[in-house]
């Protein structure tokens, strides 16, 4: 099966700075790369995924970036906010198996002021 | 936040008790997930549905049973042979597998808590 690491497990930063979560995966032909984001007490909730056509992706603030040939793919958040405290998720999805998404074990991720 | 829903909020359980956790979609999706959330191991798969009256097992069945008899609902059983049942456990939905678009859609959860 997928196997999914995810660094660091916790992270915190200064507001403004910018935090960075990689996730590495085992299956070389794994073709979709989500990140979702889960605040306490919330459900998660998708931020940003990318396609394994593409090699890098934005959206105001959060990137990610994927590098095939390692098998890993990043989270890039910049001039980070208090709102943006919150547990991250990588989940590659693997080309078999229907429409299976396989977790990461989560980033916590604390901002402060 | 409105799409799916999941029912009750909290249950509380008896050990030896079978349990039932309550999902629902209006999203006209066709896959269903449910996964179990414990703290520091991030989402676990528990089954998922493709299509209504079928089902795949997931990473962590046993104990485990689920039905998929109505497009919208995709209700969890925990069984007395569940060893750990408690949990917080989601619910998810997403458009067909046939489509290029796989974003996974969340309910709110189900705290379960065995007495």
């Known amino acids: 099966g997928e196997n999914v690491e995810q660094h660091p497990s916790t992270l915190s930063v200064q507001e403004g700075d910018s935090a960075v979560i990689k996730c590495t995966y085992s299956?070389?032909?794994?073709?979709?790369f989500p990140w979702y984001k889960q605040e306490l007490g919330k459900r998660p909730q998708l931020i940003i995924d990318?396609?394994?056509?593409?090699g890098e992706k934005k959206d105001q603030r959060i990137a990610v970036t994927l590098n095939k040939t390692a098998k890993h793919f990043s989270l890039h958040i910049t001039e980070t906010q208090p709102e943006d405290s919150a547990v991250y998720f990588c989940?590659?999805?693997?080309?078999?198996?229907?429409?299976?998404?396989?977790f990461g074990t989560g980033t916590q991720l604390k901002v402060e002021l | 936040d409105g799409g799916i829903t999941q029912s009750p909020k909290y249950l509380f359980r008896k050990e030896g008790q079978n349990v039932t956790l309550s999902c629902e979609q209006n999203?006209?999706?066709?896959?269903m997930y449910w996964y179990r959330q414990d703290p520091g191991q991030g989402l676990r798969l528990i089954y998922y549905?493709?299509?209504?009256?079928?089902?795949q097992k997931g990473d962590i069945a046993e104990g485990y049973s689920v039905s998929r008899e109505k497009k919208e609902s995709f209700p969890l059983t925990v069984t007395s042979a569940q060893k750990n049942p408690t949990a917080f456990y989601l619910c998810?939905?997403?458009?067909?597998?046939?489509?290029?678009?796989?974003?996974?859609?969340f309910g709110p959860g189900t705290r379960l808590t065995v007495l």
């Open positions: 999203l006209n999706h066709d896959a």
């Open positions: 990318i396609r394994s056509n593409v």
């Open positions: 549905s493709q299509i209504v009256n079928d089902f």
């Open positions: 299956d070389s032909a794994s073709n979709y």
């Open positions: 989940a590659p999805k693997l080309t078999g198996g229907g429409n299976k998404l396989t």
């Open positions: 998810a939905s997403s458009r067909s597998t046939g489509t290029y678009y796989n974003e996974q859609f």
